[in-house]
């Protein structure tokens, strides 16, 4: 069993429509939750992370960890086409600690 | 300045050649690191450098071999490679080992091997 799953998609989303991203993961002591995004032909950029379990929202994004269920969600209001990507998500059991990342989610957000 | 540069963006190689990739940060960031990323995959840890040391080698193929030649520079070594090698390799940079949201990565050298 991979340390963690993603679905790769692609999803395609009219723009304004809210995207939900997700993942699973099997290690009980990952405990950092991080979403990058990675443009075509680009390195990863970190657009958010979270510690334990909780929300945390940032702007158009929210992050959602429920560690009982060993499920996060990345979730995009008001989706726009600068959005389209590949959303990564990675976890860690904490600094010190090496990233596990998802295989990614390829998102088009149609105009 | 949060960039993570890295040179060049595209390079094309034959099986026999040697050539070297390159990565800079002006963070004063201490851990750096090279990932090879094959098209939706994601990015595959393959060495670490901490305060300019080797810390992670991730039984990397020796055609492969890394050089931190002081605490801003990352180059990665590259002979006699295998076009199964042809990936985007990618540098980051972070203050501590793997520390938490602050890993910041280059935009990649997209390597062709013929």
């Known amino acids: 069993q991979k340390e963690v799953e993603q679905d790769p998609g692609p999803l395609s989303v009219p723009e304004g429509a809210i995207v939900s991203l997700n993942c699973t993961y099997s290690?009980?002591?990952?405990?950092?939750f991080m979403w990058y995004r990675q443009y075509s032909r680009k390195g990863p950029e970190l657009l958010m992370y979270?510690?334990?379990?909780g929300n945390k929202e940032d702007g158009r994004f929210t992050a959602q960890v429920d560690k009982s269920s060993k499920y996060i969600s990345l979730f995009i209001r008001d989706s726009q086409p600068s959005d389209s990507a590949t959303y990564l998500c990675a976890m860690s059991a904490g600094t010190g600690n090496q990233f596990y990342f998802g295989t990614g989610t390829s998102l088009t957000v149609i105009p | 300045d949060t960039e993570v540069t890295q040179t060049p963006k595209h390079l094309v190689m034959g099986m026999t050649n040697k050539k070297s990739l390159k990565c800079e940060q002006h963070?004063?960031?201490?851990?750096m690191y090279w990932y090879k990323q094959k098209a939706k995959k994601p990015p595959e840890l393959m060495f670490v450098y901490s305060y300019e040391k080797l810390s992670i080698n991730e039984s990397v193929p020796s055609r492969f071999s890394p050089e931190c030649p002081n605490s801003s520079l990352l180059n990665l070594h590259l002979h006699a490679l295998q076009p199964e090698d042809s990936a985007l390799y990618l540098c980051?940079?972070?203050?501590?080992?793997f520390g938490v949201g602050e890993q910041f990565f280059g935009p990649g050298t997209r390597l062709t091997v013929l």
């Open positions: 980051a940079s972070s203050q501590e080992l």
């Open positions: 963070m004063g960031h201490r851990a």
């Open positions: 290690n009980s002591a990952f405990q950092y």
């Open positions: 979270t510690y334990s379990s």
